[in-house]
């Protein structure tokens, strides 16, 4: 049986576990090896590639930034997460406020040493990165398309710093890149509308606040419609291999979530949306194998000599 202290203990590593949304920096870090395996360095073996000592350090860094900006978002959003998530706010609770503003600090301080490893260049990559972060948690989120379109740029910042890593600036890349950059803002939108009520309790700015719902519908609809141009280049124009299967699905995917999209009014219906398009992102993140799948099935380029 587990002592008192070593259950509070247990409580609070599941609350920062919490708090830092770690199975989402698992994906994350997941992402940034497999595009820089399957996307960035198609001409390095791969498994120079994950022995990249300095690639892990970003990997590192980015997990790490990523963790510290959960950490001081929740710190900023606690009175609207009272509203709009009371379950997970009891949990985050566990660890007081002092205690993750702490960790915050130690976590940033961390990465800007680790980084220094790889470069300077990489070191400073990463400190305007947390600067960015903190500033949209402490002004930009409350702002209406500032805040979201701030919030897309975030999310995909840690592949930049993969491709900043390996200056691989090829076209399809950048394909790639709008592609999830739209997703993710619309996940961001439909987040608003899913926290609407917590938005106007704190007085944050949001389009469906200002706007209104039918509005933030439409500007949904619009960016839902435009990811058929970022497909189009990726599946006709650019080689993708057998990945060019996902972005067909996910277009069938994304038609059946515009129609559910008029239908939707409540936070519930919202939050099955919300999940959708994280279906499809996650989705995304494992089929990227798929545009050279002989690496796992024969080990050709894990094991083959240049």
């Not at 379950?87 to 915050?104: G, P």
């Amino acid at each position: 049986m587990l002592s008192r202290k070593s259950k509070l203990f247990l409580s609070k590593i599941l609350s920062f576990f919490s708090v830092v949304r770690g199975y989402n920096i698992f994906v994350i870090a997941l992402a940034q090896y497999l595009a820089a395996i399957f996307i960035l360095s198609p001409e390095i073996r791969a498994l120079d590639v994950i022995l990249d000592y300095q690639l892990f350090i970003l990997v590192l860094a980015s997990s790490l930034t990523i963790a510290s900006g959960y950490i001081i978002n929740n710190f900023y959003d606690a009175q609207k997460d009272l509203i709009n998530r009371p379950r997970k706010v009891m949990i985050d609770r566990l660890v007081s406020q002092q205690t993750k503003l702490k960790v915050y600090f130690a976590i940033n301080f961390i990465v800007v040493i680790i980084a220094g490893i790889v470069s300077w260049r990489a070191s400073l990559f990463f400190s305007v990165y947390i600067f960015i972060i903190w500033f949209y948690s402490h002004k930009l989120k409350k702002y209406p398309i500032i805040g979201n379109i701030t919030a897309s740029v975030l999310a995909i910042l840690p592949f930049f710093a993969i491709l900043l890593y390996y200056k691989n600036f090829y076209h399809v890349i950048f394909a790639h890149a709008v592609f999830l950059y739209l997703l993710i803002l619309i996940r961001e939108l439909i987040k608003d509308l899913e926290n609407i009520q917590g938005d106007l309790a704190a007085n944050y700015k949001t389009i469906p606040v200002l706007f209104g719902e039918k509005i933030a519908k439409n500007i949904i609809s619009v960016l839902t419609i435009s990811t058929v141009i970022p497909v189009y280049y990726l599946v006709d124009v650019f080689n993708v291999g057998y990945m060019d299967i996902y972005f067909y699905v996910s277009l069938l995917v994304l038609l059946f979530f515009l129609i559910k999209l008029g239908k939707s009014k409540t936070k519930p219906e919202y939050l099955k949306l919300h999940f959708l398009l994280k279906f499809i992102i996650v989705a995304g993140v494992f089929c990227i194998v798929l545009i050279e799948p002989s690496v796992l099935l024969h080990g050709k380029k894990l094991i083959s000599t240049y």
